[in-house]
């Protein structure tokens, strides 16, 4: 019985531990129970798409995942930091935040804190900042903000306060100091500024203090000779210069020597005043060690005051030196200064490759212009004996550099003296007469041949075995004379097929048959006479058919046209554009001996009367020209027609007059 009654008790407590331990079991999170969180965990929480980063890396998981639930847990910012979330945060979006329904994220950059924001201006309405920037969402304008009821973007830019844009426009002119004194919202004036009451923007533009302009006027307060209230050596900063130590003893003001207000530096801004200097005493301020600029020690020689040369008040660069006795110089000692010590002044030297000679400079120099423009008469107080031009040494060769040629290769073989043919002044070789007397008639290519000593005859010479004294003077070969006599070997007929007028000799005015030429197999001469132009040429008829004009005749072709106000014979007389010239003109000579030819036209239709003979007409002729209307106002078509002139009608005679 006992061992009975334990067993039912063991059984029931068997029993009640197992239901126990079920019932734990199903408990909800019963994981998390049973260790602590975190602990051990191996997650890649990256995967699930949202990287725990700043404060939420610290946070327990069951601060998201309320009461285990992993799935569906919200991601946006706006869904946990929002008043009422089932998610337990105490960061909500301030009352006095900015009003948006923009995503957090979409300012706040970093989950480590609310404090690092980014905000983006893009949709924000121009001038309407206030309606943040007003101190208590966001920052606003400070106590000192210079004052304006302008919009905070007319001069601030989105991207950060301080680089600051401020437009001057409407600011009246002479109120900076509104804003610019110390202590103002502007930038104030340095303690150290140059000394002044006037405005800022007497000097300073309105885009930068540093870039200011001071041009020295009375607008900007300066008074004539009182340089020395800003050039004191105070101001230096500013540009306000003072004296050097080493500047010319004086009380003067600056402006009396330093003109322009743009540099004191040597004589560019500056022009020192030497009136009342006594001249000659240049030396009491232009010496070694003295305040103004001394001779240099490579000067030319002299004891002369600088004032022989130089002018006072302009610079030392241009003096003015004339070789006059002023200035100590004595005829015939040029080597004083013109040695070669004193190239650096301009005072040159005999080059090394000058002419022989030893004359004095001025012996073909000038004084007063430049030694390039030597002039060289060949005079005999030059040193030149006639008859010595290349044994002198000068016309050797050796002093090309200076004009003084030497013989060229293809000189006539001659031992003569230069002037002996050379007479044209000393100026040129280039007029030279070759004296030919004594050289026998038709011996020229003696020397005229290619390779001689004179100018031969050039390969596209017109054809010919003569001398070169049938044509050409012994003066030039330019201007020879060809009279077309049978002495040069001129034949009757013999134009073209000599070679002459073949049109391959037009450089020598022996000219070709032009292209627009009457086609014609005719001599030159047949047309062409007097031998001195082709433009009196008459054209020999004879032989050409009659009706056959218009061949030569006509535009463009080698025939005088008809002019352009010729009658229109083509358009208005019957057929007429089977007409040739010689149906009215019967001269070969002259267009103007004519007779008019009707070619049978009976006008009004059949052929036009008033295409020539109507007023307003002007065409070539002495036609007699009327209105249609001068007898009859209506019904006129033409002169020719019934009731009118003959052919048609009845007046007059045809073609010869018009009648009553």
Same mark, same amino acid.
């Given at each position: 019985m006992?061992?009975?009654?334990f ?8 029993g009640a531990?197992?239901i ?8 909800? &999170? ?27 890396v ?18 946006k910012?706006e +869904?946990c ?6 998610? =337990?945060?105490?960061t909500?979006k ?5 009003? !948006? +329904? ?18 983006s ?13 007003? @101190?208590?969402n966001?920052?606003?304008k ?11 973007d007319?001069?601030h830019?989105t ?8 437009? %001057? ?8 100091? /509104? ?12 303690? &150290?500024h140059?000394?002044?009451?006037l ?8 885009s930068?203090?540093? +870039? ?5 006027s ?20 500013w540009?306000a210069?003072?004296?050097t130590?080493?500047?010319v003893?004086t ?36 010496v ?11 000067h030319i020689? /002299? ?30 000692q040029?080597?004083?200064? %013109?040695n070669g ?5 301009n005072a040159l ?9 030893s004359?004095?400079?001025? +012996?073909c120099?000038?004084?007063g212009?430049t ?9 005999? !107080? ?5 008859? =010595? ?11 090309t550099?200076?004009?003084a040629l030497?013989?060229p ?6 031992s ?7 007479t ?11 004296? %030919?007397t ?6 020229c ?13 050039p ?6 075995t003569?001398?070169?004294d049938?044509?050409?003077?012994t ?17 009757p007929?013999?134009?073209a097929?000599s ?10 005015n022996a000219l ?12 030159c ?14 054209? &020999? ?7 056959t004009?218009?061949t030569c005749?006509t535009?463009g ?14 358009s ?24 008019m030819?009707? &070619?049978?036209?009976?006008g009004?239709g ?17 036609m007699?020209?009327?209105?249609? !209307? ?8 033409d002169c ?7 052919p048609?009608?009845?007046? @007059? ?8």
């Amino acid at each position: 019985m006992k061992n009975a009654i334990f067993f039912y008790r063991t059984s029931f407590w068997i029993g009640a531990l197992a239901i126990l331990g079920l019932f734990l079991l199903a408990l909800p &999170n019963s994981g998390t129970l049973a260790a602590p969180a975190k602990h051990n965990v191996n997650f890649d929480h990256i995967k699930t798409g949202f990287p725990l980063t700043g404060a939420h890396v610290t946070l327990p998981c069951e601060t998201c995942h309320v009461q285990g639930t992993f799935k569906g847990t919200p991601k946006k910012c706006e +869904t946990c930091h929002t008043q009422g979330s089932r998610i =337990q945060t105490t960061t909500f979006k301030a009352n006095n935040h900015i009003a !948006t +329904t923009q995503a957090c994220d979409q300012c706040h950059r970093s989950t480590a804190s609310w404090g690092v924001v980014m905000f983006s201006h893009v949709g924000v309405v121009p001038h309407q900042c206030a309606q943040c920037h007003n @101190g208590t969402n966001v920052a606003g304008k400070p106590a000192n903000h210079a004052p304006t009821t302008a919009p905070c973007d007319t001069c601030h830019r989105t991207t950060t306060w301080m680089s600051v844009g401020f437009s %001057h426009v409407a600011v009246t002119p002479g109120s900076c100091a /509104t804003c610019h004194v110390p202590g103002g919202s502007g930038m104030a004036k340095p303690s &150290n500024h140059i000394p002044t009451t006037l405005s800022c923007d007497a000097c300073h533009n309105t885009s930068t203090y540093m +870039t200011s302009t001071f041009t020295h006027s009375a607008a900007q307060g300066v008074i004539p000779g009182q340089c020395s209230t800003c050039h004191n050596g105070s101001y230096t900063q500013w540009n306000a210069l003072g004296k050097t130590p080493t500047h010319v003893a004086t009380t003067a003001s600056c402006d009396s020597c330093h003109t322009g207000y743009v540099t004191f530096a040597g004589t560019a801004g500056s022009s020192f005043n030497h009136a009342g200097v006594n001249p000659g005493t240049c030396a009491t301020c232009h010496v070694q060690g003295g305040s103004a600029t001394a001779k240099p020690t490579n000067h030319i020689p /002299t004891s002369l005051s600088c004032d022989a040369c130089h002018t006072m008040g302009g610079t030392f660069a241009t003096s003015t030196f004339t070789h006059s006795a002023t200035q100590g110089v004595v005829a015939g000692q040029c080597l004083t200064c %013109h040695n070669g010590s004193y190239t650096a002044w301009n005072a040159l030297a005999k080059p090394a490759n000058h002419i022989p000679t030893s004359s004095s400079c001025e +012996t073909c120099h000038t004084t007063g212009g430049t030694f390039t423009t030597s002039t060289f008469s060949h005079s005999a !107080t030059q040193g030149v004996l006639p008859g =010595q031009c290349a044994s002198s040494g000068c016309h050797s060769g050796a002093y090309t550099a200076w004009n003084a040629l030497g013989q060229p290769a293809g000189h006539v073989v001659t031992s003569a003296s230069c002037d002996s043919c050379h007479t044209s002044g000393y100026s040129t070789f280039a007029g030279a007469g070759f004296n %030919h007397t004594g050289v026998a008639p038709g011996s020229c290519a003696t020397c005229h041949v290619q390779g001689g000593a004179g100018m031969a005859k050039p390969t596209n010479h017109i054809p010919t075995t003569l001398s070169c004294d049938a044509c050409h003077n012994t003066s030039t070969f330019a201007t020879s004379t060809f009279t077309h006599s049978t002495t040069q070997g001129v034949l009757p007929g013999q134009c073209a097929t000599s070679g002459c007028h073949s049109g391959s000799y037009t450089a020598w005015n022996a000219l070709g048959k032009p292209s627009g030429h009457v086609a014609t197999t005719a001599s030159c001469d047949s047309c062409h006479a007097g031998f001195t132009t082709f433009a009196n040429g008459v054209f &020999n008829h004879t032989g050409i058919a009659a009706g056959t004009c218009s061949t030569c005749h006509t535009p463009g072709g080698s025939g005088l046209a008809a002019p352009t106000n010729h009658i229109p014979y083509a358009s208005q007389l019957l057929a007429g554009s089977s007409l040739n010239c010689d149906a009215c003109h019967s001269s070969t000579t002259s267009f103007t001996v004519e007779r008019m030819n009707h &070619n049978g036209s009976q006008g009004n239709g059949a052929g036009w009367c008033k295409g020539c003979h109507q007023s307003g007409t002007n065409f070539l002729g002495n036609m007699q020209r009327m209105s249609l !209307t001068h007898q009859r106002s209506t019904g006129v078509t033409d002169c020719s027609q019934s009731g009118c002139h003959r052919p048609l009608g009845t007046e @007059g005679s045809t073609y010869t007059n018009w009648g009553g």
